[in-house]
Nanobody, 124 residues
Framework: QVRMVESGGGLVQAGGSLRLSCKASGRTFSGYAMGWFRQAPGKERESVAAISWSGGDVTYADSVKGRFTISRDNAKNTVDLQMNSLKPQDTAVYYC?????????????????WGQGTQVTVSS
């Protein structure tokens, strides 16, 4: 019933930008945190960014801080990830997720709804 659908992935050269979007349906996430995760081949899924239910608190992985920006629109039930100054090590499948908590948690086990993922490939 609950769906989260990512879009905006693609191939970009190092230094370029992409904006990922995620549309949720099936339940409202207006009272819950949302986040973005990524997983590269052979690696564990890692948190990239998280945003509290109100959007007032955001957290980022150290590897993306200063380059990525997470935002949300509760009226539209969407969460976006603006990615600037992309690096080859950002290459991964990116997933949006909805949490069962209101805080901007970066623990993957605090998230109960997941998108299918969108591929981001950064070439050098």
């Amino acid at each position: 019933q609950v769906r989260m659908v990512e879009s905006g992935g693609g191939l970009v050269q190092a230094g370029g930008s992409l904006r990922l979007s995620c549309k949720a349906s099936g339940r409202t996430f207006s009272g819950y945190a949302m986040g973005w995760f990524r997983q590269a081949p052979g690696k564990e899924r890692e948190s990239v960014a998280a945003i509290s239910w109100s959007g007032g608190d955001v957290t980022y992985a150290d590897s993306v801080k200063g380059r990525f920006t997470i935002s949300r629109d509760n009226a539209k039930n969407t969460v976006d990830l603006q990615m600037n100054s992309l690096k080859p090590q950002d290459t991964a499948v990116y997933y949006c997720a909805g949490s069962s908590f209101s805080v901007a948690t970066m623990n993957r086990y605090d998230y109960i709804d997941w998108g299918q993922g969108t591929q981001v490939t950064v070439s050098s």
